[in-house]
């Protein structure tokens, strides 16, 4: 059984920084390629950050700069280190894992809200 739980989301004040962490389970995790998403209300769910398996990031040009993406293969860790927060980043951030021998293969976590207010 794929599990993908995220967890260190909460309520922060503009200019603050959060640190989302997710770990999988039931997969072999140096296998994927990992992502962080996010959806606030109203808005199509966009990628914030993805990292290869072997550790290469990619971020959108909206977060590039304040948002890093890491792993830790030993632990089935990924990690968003997120600064400089404003309310544009308040959302629900999801994991994603994909397979990279499995075309289409992917499996989601349940989410976990980030919210950005004074």
């Known amino acids: 059984q794929v599990q993908l739980v995220e967890s260190g989301g909460g309520l922060v004040q503009p200019g603050g920084s959060l640190r989302l962490s997710c770990v999988a389970s039931?997969?072999?995790?140096?296998?994927?390629?990992m992502g962080w998403y996010r959806q606030a209300p109203g808005k199509q769910r966009e990628l914030v950050a993805a990292?290869?398996?072997?550790?290469?990031?990619n971020y959108p040009d909206s977060v590039k700069g304040r948002f890093t993406i890491s792993r830790d293969n030993a632990k089935n860790m990924v990690y968003l280190q997120m600064n400089s927060l404003n309310a544009e980043d308040t959302a629900v951030y999801y994991c994603?894992?994909?397979?990279?021998?499995?075309?289409?293969?992917?499996?989601w976590g349940q989410g976990t809200q980030v919210t950005v207010s004074s």
């Open positions: 994603k894992a994909n397979a990279i021998f499995h075309l289409g293969r992917e499996y």
């Open positions: 039931g997969i072999t995790f140096r296998l994927y390629d």
């Open positions: 990292i290869s398996n072997g550790g290469s990031p």
